[in-house]
């Protein structure tokens, strides 16, 4: 892979690049059509990254329908794609990461301390063998991305990082490769979240600039549903992760909530609201 993208820029193709872990959903596609209105070349990964899951996470369960994913990308004329070997990525005298400091043990870090490192240690080996012009992330897993663009500044990476708008179900709910997990219960009560950033929405609206009570607004609707268990509520800076206390523009709601065993996370960011 790293041999054919290397002929590629030597012929002077731009390399779009979208890394994935598959199960791919709207989402994904969302990412592959917005590479391909800007570069001349498509490389999409599907790597279920282990290194990013805990013991205790749902690495062996992750869902991995290969063989509904290829004609999708078909269909998207996505170039190449890249579906590595673990043994291959990981040999076994692999011993270097990428330390991710204090964004990555904030917010989602807290309950998945090692999440960002093994991200973070993925993607730069994933951009150092595709070389890519830009690379595409979702801006539902936005700690993800806030991170991955300070690792490409910090680590004077030479490409631009893009980052795309969630894409959600008709019904609202964001779309994940885990929402498969969710039982048709927990499934209606999941769209609580995004009732949950509409109504901080709102209240932003109507004036309300208190974080703390926009956060508890939010904490007294999830409650209501009983599959839903928070894990945590935030409003902090889009770029240091930082929380605030007053919420002003390029301010991050976050959330994090378990729905029986699915964990999912949803976002919105404030621009002028
Ligand atoms: O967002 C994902 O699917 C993964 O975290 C990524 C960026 C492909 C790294 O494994």
Do not use: W
């Not at 791919?24 to 279920?48: E, P």
């Not at 890519?132 to 030479?158: E, V």
């Amino acid at each position: 892979m790293q041999k054919i993208c290397a002929a590629l820029k030597r012929k002077g193709r731009t390399i779009g690049f979208v890394p994935t872990m598959g199960a791919l959903h709207k989402g994904h596609l969302s990412l592959i059509q917005q590479a391909r209105k800007d570069n001349r070349t498509i490389v999409v990964s599907i790597f279920v990254n282990p290194i990013q899951f805990a013991l205790h996470e749902d690495l062996k369960a992750y869902p991995r329908p290969f063989k509904k994913d290829i004609p999708l990308l078909q269909k998207e004329n996505v170039d190449f794609l890249f579906y590595p070997q673990a043994e291959k990525m990981y040999p076994e005298n692999f011993r270097t990461s990428v330390e991710v400091k204090v964004m990555g043990k904030v917010l989602c870090g807290v309950s998945r301390p090692d999440h960002f490192c093994g991200v973070a240690t993925v993607v730069t080996k994933l951009f150092n063998i595709i070389q890519p012009d830009a690379a595409y992330f979702g801006q539902k897993d936005a700690q993800q991305a806030t991170i991955i663009r300070r690792m490409a500044d910090d680590l004077n990476m030479p490409f631009k990082i893009k980052v795309m708008p969630t894409v959600r179900d008709t019904d609202g709910l964001a779309l994940s490769s885990r929402n498969v997990y969710l039982n048709s219960q927990e499934r209606q009560d999941s769209l609580v979240l995004s009732k949950a950033l509409g109504l901080a929405r709102e209240l932003i609206r109507h004036g309300q600039r208190n974080a703390l009570c926009v956060i508890n607004r939010m904490k007294a609707l999830i409650r209501t549903k009983k599959t839903a268990k928070i894990g945590y509520i935030a409003i902090v800076d889009s770029r240091t992760l930082n929380p605030v206390k007053i919420v002003g523009n390029n301010c991050l709601i976050c959330l994090a909530v378990r729905f029986g065993k699915t964990r999912l996370i949803d976002n919105l960011l404030t621009r002028g609201e």
